[in-house]
């Protein structure tokens, strides 16, 4: 009599709102983003746990979410934080990376694997201004870099957003534009899936869930309710960060067309 005990998958999820399945909420409040997806495809048994938080930081997914995250001993732990700390005035990417690196360095210790995601283009599916576009557009490269790096230094799996097909179609967006729809979680957990399989974990391959169609008037009034507040919120901490890197970025371009003109006459 075989008496071997299928092994059970314990898979943490610790981060912000991106982690937190924001956009796929289904009618009841439940929310089906692209862990729990991936959390419902391993071939074994798996215990899921979500710890991640909207509005959560780096330094909060190290102080707060990691300590709850490492107590569950994670096989598998999707580490997806970043978006927030550069929205804040005081972003440095060093800050991002010291925190990250001792969140995985944690993780490590007790044997997890660790799965990083990487930034998408919000300038693809945004209307900004010019000057903001490029600051921010800067920042977002920056975190990318910071995420790259830790993925080389600790062996963290890079969930390489920008190479899945369709990523940028607005079709898979939340009306924010700031997190996947129901279809982009769809798809983003099915990458996800495929990343674990190559890791040696057994998955299937998510089926795309059904959810309930939203009508033009509950979008705006999700946005009065959620989208405003949250720009007004963010405002206060980001814009006077904003205004002074805009014009920061005006006078490089000044300096740089009068260092042009003043060498195109030699």
């Given at each position: 009599?075989?008496?071997?005990?299928?092994?059970?998958?314990?898979?943490?999820?610790?981060?912000?709102?991106?982690?937190?399945?924001?956009?796929?909420q289904?009618?009841?409040?439940?929310?089906?983003g692209?862990?729990?997806?991936?959390?419902?495809?391993?071939?074994?048994?798996?215990?899921?746990?979500?710890?991640?938080?909207?509005?959560?930081?780096?330094?909060?997914?190290?102080?707060?979410?990691?300590?709850?995250?490492?107590?569950?001993?994670?096989?598998?732990?999707?580490?997806?934080?970043?978006?927030?700390?550069?929205?804040?005035?005081?972003?440095?990417?060093?800050?991002?990376?010291?925190?990250?690196?001792?969140?995985?360095?944690?993780?490590?210790?007790?044997?997890?694997?660790?799965?990083?995601?990487?930034?998408?283009?919000?300038?693809?599916?945004?209307?900004?201004?010019?000057?903001?576009?490029?600051?921010?557009?800067?920042?977002?490269?920056?975190?990318?870099?910071?995420?790259?790096?830790?993925?080389?230094?600790?062996?963290?799996?890079?969930?390489?957003?920008?190479?899945?097909?369709?990523?940028?179609?607005?079709?898979?967006?939340?009306?924010?534009?700031?997190?996947?729809?129901?279809?982009?979680?769809?798809?983003?957990?099915?990458?996800?899936?495929?990343?674990?399989?190559?890791?040696?974990?057994?998955?299937?391959?998510?089926?795309?869930?059904?959810?309930?169609?939203?009508?033009?008037?509950e979008?705006?009034?999700?946005l009065?309710?959620?989208?405003t507040?949250?720009?007004?919120?963010?405002?206060?901490?980001?814009?006077?960060?904003?205004?002074?890197?805009?014009?920061?970025?005006?006078?490089?371009?000044?300096?740089?067309?009068?260092?042009?003109?003043?060498y195109?006459?030699?």
């Amino acid at each position: 009599m075989n008496s071997t005990k299928e092994k059970l998958i314990n898979f943490v999820v610790i981060g912000d709102s991106a982690a937190f399945g924001t956009g796929a909420q289904e009618s009841d409040g439940t929310l089906k983003g692209w862990a729990w997806q991936v959390a419902n495809s391993f071939e074994e048994p798996c215990k899921y746990i979500n710890f991640s938080k909207p509005g959560s930081k780096s330094s909060d997914v190290l102080e707060d979410q990691l300590p709850k995250a490492i107590s569950h001993h994670p096989d598998i732990c999707a580490v997806v934080v970043g978006g927030n700390d550069l929205l804040r005035n005081n972003f440095h990417p060093q800050t991002l990376y010291q925190n990250l690196a001792q969140t995985c360095q944690k993780l490590i210790d007790i044997g997890s694997t660790i799965l990083i995601l990487e930034l998408h283009d919000p300038t693809r599916l945004l209307k900004l201004p010019p000057l903001l576009r490029r600051v921010l557009s800067r920042r977002v490269e920056a975190v990318n870099g910071v995420y790259r790096k830790i993925a080389t230094d600790f062996g963290a799996t890079l969930i390489e957003t920008r190479s899945i097909p369709e990523v940028h179609n607005l079709g898979n967006w939340h009306i924010d534009r700031m997190h996947p729809g129901p279809k982009g979680h769809a798809i983003l957990a099915r990458e996800v899936c495929r990343l674990v399989a190559t890791l040696g974990f057994s998955t299937r391959e998510p089926s795309l869930p059904s959810f309930p169609h939203v009508s033009t008037r509950e979008k705006l009034l999700w946005l009065l309710r959620n989208g405003t507040p949250w720009f007004l919120k963010r405002s206060v901490d980001l814009l006077p960060a904003a205004i002074f890197l805009m014009a920061k970025e005006a006078f490089t371009l000044l300096k740089n067309v009068d260092t042009e003109s003043r060498y195109s006459g030699l």
